[in-house]
């Protein structure tokens, strides 16, 4: 199983980016899809997630109303776009995946692991 993930870089604040993140290897509408991040100095922590048919999605309530998580099945590709981004949010961001249906908080219940996309965001 892989998971790339794509689309940081550099943005200011009050900027948008679309992060991306393409699955092999597993057949991804099985299993529910999300998003964690990771600032320096600090435990990963929880931003979004998105149930296998993407009917349900969660996210964490620093992001909330400014991130969509969404997913293509078809495509095998999961989505993160940010809007109105701060510096706080500055981190690298994960996908990861989990074999359930509905979303997850919790680092534990995810198997797989992207390599992570670093965001940048200047104020």
């Known amino acids: 199983v892989q998971l790339q993930a794509s689309g940081g870089g550099l943005v200011q604040a009050g900027g948008s980016l679309r992060l991306s993140c393409a699955a092999s290897?597993?057949?991804?509408?099985?299993?529910?899809m999300g998003w964690f991040r990771q600032a320096p100095g600090k435990e990963r922590e929880f931003v979004a997630a998105?149930?296998?048919?993407?009917?349900?999605?969660y996210y964490a309530d620093s992001v909330k109303g400014r991130f969509t998580i969404s997913r293509t099945n078809a495509r095998n590709t999961l989505y993160l776009q940010m809007n109105s981004l701060k510096p706080e949010d500055t981190a690298v961001y994960y996908c990861?995946?989990?074999?359930?249906?509905?979303?997850?908080?919790?680092?534990?219940?995810?198997?797989?692991w992207g390599q992570g996309t670093q965001v940048t965001v200047s104020s």
């Open positions: 290897g597993v057949t991804f509408s099985v299993y529910a």
């Open positions: 990861a995946a989990g074999r359930r249906s509905s979303g997850s908080y919790y680092l534990q219940d995810y198997s797989y």
């Open positions: 998105i149930s296998w048919g993407g009917s349900s999605t």
